[in-house]
């Protein structure tokens, strides 16, 4: 009995050095899957918090947009107060009036491929001359206006308001419309698309920001699934060693009962064999 205790007791050894290995490497596993829990979590709490900001900006930038809205409309109805034979007779005129040649000085700073300077001749072949004009404006990109052209407008606008001396409200429309009923078309379209712009301008930073952290967002969400998955796999095995181990452990406590037992059993027999040599 004596070498089958030597035995159970090198087995016995064997298992507490497997055991102690898994018990090692499970820890050391636990605390990979603590990390990652941690950082799983604060990535989900940084995004949800990411969704709120962006859903903000989205809403501001949909207000302003919605707010443009009646300004674009305005713009193109504008239009319907002009025909080509008009824009004809305008371009026909030597020396127009001062109030019609700045109401088409500020279209032309705002039409496609004009340039900085604005005399009456190249408001004619750059602006008037064009056979397109109206299509090209009911189609004009209100995105694609360049800041210095829009400047340039602008500040013609300003010294129009000040050489009529009306203010810049209902008035000025009426009296840039007695002198052209086409001009007044082409006023409006021009106050409405600066109207407009200015929107956009005010818009796009915000709309650039929602887009770029929309793109944040989903590179986020796609690093936090695979860190969850990567977590998810890490507790399968986890789970897998934890069950391992108990089946060693179980292992190991059946054969240390098995040695303590053989261990009394062996004492006992011992104590007898002393006692009957006492005798």
Known sequence: MSKVLEVKNVEIGEKQVVV?????????KSEVAGVQQKAAAEKKDALDKQSVIIAREDAIATKALDEAIPALTAAKEALNDIDQKALTEIKALASPPAAIE?????????????????SWAEIKVGLLGDMRLLNNLKEYEVSKTRADAANRAKKRMGQLVKDIGVGDGPELQAEITKKSFATGGMFKWCTATLKCYDIYKNVEPLRKKAEAMKKEKEQGEKELAETEAALAALNKNLAELNANKKEKEDELNELKATSAEMTRKLNSASQLISGLGGE
Do not use: H, N
């Not at 102690?20 to 050391?28: A, F, G, H, V």
């Not at 700045?102 to 604005?118: D, N, R």
């Open 102 to 118: 700045a109401v088409c000085g500020i279209a032309y700073f705002l039409y496609p491929k004009t340039g900085a300077s604005c």
């Open 20 to 28: 102690s290995e898994m018990i090692k490497d499970i820890t050391e």
